[in-house]
């Protein structure tokens, strides 16, 4: 049923109308700033924590999620009318019903977010990666990914290893430290009921991390994705231009790229709030197949001219300004838009921004100019990162390719491939980390003081994930000595990046293409003779030292014929034992024999 707004005395606080237009309160249940406002049908309500993936690491990924499935288990059937949401920055715990199942549902959800149920721990996890396993990586994840690498924003797109290894007590001290009564926000449709309790221990606001703090060296940038679609993404400071250049450019997306060219069906732009400072603006749209290229022209076309001055055709207007407040005013006419507002205060109070009623807000509407919202499209495309599909990226100054590694090729141990395909690849092996580099130049790199994590497997399978998230794929069945490989990997990388896999199926382990003997014997020859020439210097030592030697037998008496075959036979069988050695040494471990040979 309805819910009367009107002002109640809490418990050491006042319930005070921040906004009269909608009966919006501010109050506090339990030391929790909580914001209301009356809204037609039953009490809706939910409990904000300022905890997502973004707070989050590649080994401890997941570990929100998993707590808010451990906090509502038990509470009411899943989905019928409470659920959770976690996303980059916010965990979301909601309610909807009559006041006695809300004021039950967060009487039990607090209580079991300070103490998470250990003995369902087990069966979320299974629940949890069956719900992962349905959900698609998307452009938006992509997009993340490269922008943000293995880390903070980057990791909502990520695998949530976490889920598989974290034991309660590292879900519970993970609790201690985000779901406090300084980082959280309780929002209803409805005055809080009398007999609501919130049982959360102290604990300060945590700010989330930067989302201006990107892997890449520079924007704008472009990378290469899948064919079908273009998507960009962009970080740009807060303030109304950005919502104002949000619907414009939506506008004019539609109308250039559906109906003028025809080169795409539902171009679609979203903006959140990330922080009390910036926010993110997305674009994305499919393409028509075999207009790719138009396509991705006139997508970047629309966001270059609306930064243009008066006159450009496709420059920001004061029709378009005129239009957005009309759209926003007919949202807020809906009656369920207080909800909406209500939401948006719970935001705004836990970003730190404060409630703005709705009379301030339209007065900031109505003060934004056609010159700000073209200054923001300028701004937008400076930090523009954009997936094209492939062979479609912009060539031309300012853009520039987006790295596939942001660290420097390393100097070290070579060890070549095994499989014939992949003859002029080499894993450099260093104090400082490891790279792959292959025969054109171009080269992977994980360092050791940048890495996000390390994935291991029982067999020796060690997978390497950089913070920019590059990934360097270590089999030790397909490197030269690559047991050796894996046991440097182990050494080298500390153990609480390790992320341990279970074992798999040894028919899944794979084996370098299998050829002749011969063209075996030649490859570990070749890689004997490329050791030596390496060794050049010390091999001109050495015929040095036999003509030395062979002059000095001469001086003694000895024929210079004589003494050069001594020496030289001599040299020349020491050389020959070396090279056997080392060939013996190049062939291929079985994976589960031997101990490794220290690099």
């Not at 030391?31 to 904000?48: D, I, K, S």
């Not at 990586?137 to 943000?148: K, P």
Request: proline share 9%.
């Amino acid at each position: 049923m309805g819910q009367e707004a009107a002002d109640v005395e809490r418990p050491g606080h006042q319930d005070v109308v921040v906004d009269p237009e909608i009966g919006l309160h501010l109050t506090e249940v339990d030391g929790v700033r909580t914001v209301w406002a009356p809204v037609p049908g039953p009490l809706r309500a939910g409990l904000m924590f300022r905890v997502g993936a973004a707070d989050e690491t590649l080994p401890t990924a997941g570990i929100t999620h998993l707590l808010e499935h451990l906090a509502l288990f038990g509470v009411g059937r899943p989905g019928d009318h409470s659920n959770g949401a976690v996303g980059p920055t916010l965990m979301n715990l909601h309610v909807t019903g009559d006041q006695e199942l809300v004021t039950g549902f967060f009487d039990q959800v607090t209580r079991r977010l300070t103490d998470p149920p250990a003995e369902r721990i087990d069966a979320e996890r299974g629940v949890i990666r069956a719900e992962q396993a349905g959900r698609r990586r998307g452009l938006m994840d992509v997009l993340l990914t490269w922008r943000y690498g293995a880390r903070t924003y980057g990791l909502t797109g990520q695998q949530q290893y976490g889920v598989q290894h974290l034991d309660v007590e590292a879900v519970r001290d993970w609790a201690g430290r985000y779901t406090t009564r300084g980082n959280a926000v309780l929002w209803l449709s409805g005055p809080p009921p009398a007999g609501l309790r919130l049982h959360l221990p102290d604990g300060a606001y945590r700010p989330p991390p930067d989302p201006a703090a990107s892997v890449l060296p520079g924007f704008p940038a472009w990378f290469t994705d899948r064919p079908g679609g273009t998507a960009l993404h962009t970080v740009l400071p807060r303030g109304w231009a950005v919502p104002a250049l949000r619907r414009v450019l939506a506008t004019r997306l539609v109308d250039e790229l559906r109906v003028a060219q025809a080169v795409a069906y539902a171009p679609e732009v979203d903006y959140q709030p990330l922080t009390r400072e910036v926010g993110q603006l997305v674009a994305v749209t499919d393409l028509v197949q075999g207009r790719e290229a138009d396509g991705v022209d006139a997508f970047l076309g629309v966001l270059r001219r609306l930064g243009g001055g008066p006159g450009i055709y496709g420059a920001v207007t004061e029709e378009d300004l005129v239009e957005w407040r009309a759209d926003v005013d007919r949202t807020l006419s809906d009656p369920m838009a207080p909800l909406g507002a209500v939401g948006s205060a719970a935001l705004q109070t836990l970003l730190g921004d404060g409630v703005i009623a709705m009379e301030a807000q339209r007065a900031e509407r109505e003060q934004v100019t056609v010159e700000q919202v073209r200054e923001a499209a300028k701004a937008a495309l400076d930090s523009t990162l954009l997936a094209v599909p492939p062979g479609r990226g912009p060539t031309a100054p300012p853009w520039r390719p987006a790295p596939l590694t942001t660290s420097p090729l390393l100097v070290g141990r070579e060890f070549p491939h095994l499989d014939p395909a992949c003859s002029g690849v080499r894993l450099v092996v260093s104090p400082e980390g490891i790279s792959t580099r292959w025969s054109d130049g171009s080269h992977l790199t994980v360092r050791v003081d940048s890495t996000a994590a390390v994935l291991r497997r029982p067999d020796g399978h060690r997978v390497l994930v950089a913070d920019d998230a590059c990934q360097i794929d270590l089999e030790p069945t397909l490197w030269h000595r690559g047991r050796d490989i894996t046991a440097a990997v182990d050494a080298l990388w500390p153990e609480h990046l390790r992320i341990d896999l279970p074992a798999r199926d040894p028919g899944d382990v794979p084996r370098p293409a299998k050829g002749w003997w011969l063209p075996r014997t030649a490859r570990r020859l070749r890689w004997a003779i490329e050791d030596v020439i390496r060794k050049a210097p010390y091999v001109l030592l050495v015929l040095a030292e036999i003509w030395f030697l062979a002059a000095l037998m001469e001086n003694m008496g000895c024929s210079l014929p004589v003494a050069v075959a001594v020496v030289g036979g001599t040299t020349a069988g020491v050389v020959l034992l070396a090279l056997l050695a080392r060939w013996s040494a190049g062939r291929s471990p079985s994976p589960d024999g031997g101990e490794p040979e220290p690099l």
